[in-house]
């Protein structure tokens, strides 16, 4: 039956089969951001719990599904940040606030955040894209900004027009040392200009026990920057990153994200670097 709001009302015994996280089940979107003209994010209400780069399969009857992270979340709600780049993000982008999308979730592995990052100094990298699912650790301590001690934050992007949370980064600036960089800019109009790697060399990198790295992005991104952090004297099992441009089907199935014997959407995919150097992308 459909309750007020429109949607399907399951019975006793189809909650007890929504239950299983595998089985897609139907919300509503509640807004949408248009952040750029290809990166939109859409604010959920849910019945479950987000997580710190967990993330959801999200689909459409006809179109099918995708695997995305969660970018943000509270109580009764996730958001997530989607990209535009191919059939079902493109039958998304053709969706407005009202309309019902089917997830399941959540699923992997996240930051552990309450285990390993509280009351330590943090840094968190992330490029383009990989900047939405480091966001809501940065967000968690923009809120608790208590529970961590020396924070920093470097975000890069291709240009102006592709930033992501522009207004978050101002809240960010007054939190955090963060530091937003462009591959294409204007110096004149006080825009940090280059890659995220050259501004790794500024960090502090006193106590390295007590120093954790979250580092995002495309697959070179990550690779360059774990390399500057190492030379600079970063500890490998202090520092964190993701895999997950590899996930397709998120339960093992399908070998799209296998690496070795390593399954990037039941293993990760946030992994610690000692754990996953030998991943290769």
Same mark, same amino acid.
């Given at each position: 039956?459909?309750?007020?709001?429109?949607?399907?009302?399951?019975?006793?015994?189809?909650?007890?089969?929504?239950?299983?996280?595998?089985?897609?089940?139907?919300?509503?979107?509640?807004?949408?951001?248009?952040?750029?003209?290809?990166?939109?994010?859409?604010?959920?209400?849910?019945?479950?719990?987000?997580?710190?780069?967990?993330?959801?399969?999200?689909?459409?009857?006809?179109?099918?599904?995708?695997?995305?992270?969660?970018? *943000?979340?509270?109580?009764?709600?996730?958001?997530?940040?989607?990209?535009?780049?191919?059939?079902?993000?493109?039958?998304?982008?053709?969706?407005? !606030?009202?309309?019902?999308?089917?997830?399941?979730?959540?699923?992997?592995?996240?930051?552990?955040?309450?285990?390993?990052?509280?009351?330590?100094?943090?840094?968190?990298?992330?490029?383009?894209?990989?900047?939405?699912?480091?966001?809501?650790?940065?967000?968690?301590?923009?809120?608790?900004?208590?529970?961590?001690? *020396?924070?920093?934050?470097?975000?890069?992007?291709?240009?102006?027009?592709?930033?992501?949370?522009?207004? *978050?980064?101002?809240?960010?600036?007054?939190?955090?040392?963060?530091?937003?960089?462009?591959?294409?800019?204007?110096?004149?109009?006080?825009?940090?200009?280059?890659?995220?790697?050259?501004?790794?060399?500024?960090?502090?990198?006193?106590?390295?026990?007590?120093?954790?790295?979250?580092?995002?992005?495309?697959?070179?991104?990550?690779?360059?920057?774990?390399?500057?952090?190492?030379?600079?004297?970063?500890?490998?099992?202090?520092?964190?990153?993701?895999?997950?441009?590899?996930?397709?089907? !998120?339960?093992?199935?399908?070998?799209?994200?296998?690496?070795?014997?390593?399954?990037?959407?039941?293993?990760?995919?946030?992994?610690?670097?000692?754990?996953?150097?030998?991943?290769?992308?």
């Amino acid at each position: 039956m459909q309750n007020n709001a429109g949607l399907y009302t399951p019975n006793a015994t189809e909650q007890e089969e929504y239950a299983n996280h595998y089985l897609p089940r139907p919300y509503r979107i509640e807004r949408i951001i248009k952040h750029t003209k290809d990166e939109w994010a859409f604010m959920v209400p849910v019945d479950f719990e987000g997580g710190f780069d967990k993330f959801v399969e999200v689909s459409l009857p006809l179109a099918g599904e995708c695997p995305i992270s969660i970018s *943000d979340f509270g109580e009764g709600w996730i958001e997530l940040v989607i990209r535009r780049v191919g059939k079902v993000t493109s039958k998304l982008f053709e969706l407005k !606030a009202g309309d019902t999308i089917y997830l399941r979730g959540p699923m992997g592995n996240g930051y552990p955040v309450h285990e390993e990052f509280v009351g330590n100094n943090l840094t968190v990298i992330a490029g383009g894209t990989g900047v939405a699912p480091a966001r809501s650790v940065i967000n968690y301590f923009m809120r608790n900004r208590d529970q961590v001690q *020396d924070m920093d934050v470097i975000v890069g992007f291709r240009s102006r027009e592709h930033v992501l949370f522009a207004d *978050d980064i101002e809240v960010w600036k007054e939190r955090f040392n963060t530091i937003v960089t462009l591959d294409e800019g204007d110096p004149e109009k006080g825009e940090n200009i280059g890659l995220v790697t050259q501004y790794l060399d500024g960090l502090n990198y006193e106590n390295p026990e007590q120093h954790h790295y979250v580092v995002v992005g495309p697959p070179m991104m990550i690779k360059f920057t774990v390399k500057g952090l190492l030379e600079n004297g970063a500890r490998e099992d202090r520092i964190w990153v993701s895999h997950e441009r590899r996930m397709a089907c !998120a339960v093992g199935k399908c070998g799209h994200c296998r690496v070795g014997n390593t399954y990037i959407c039941l293993d990760g995919p946030v992994f610690r670097y000692d754990h996953s150097k030998h991943l290769v992308d």
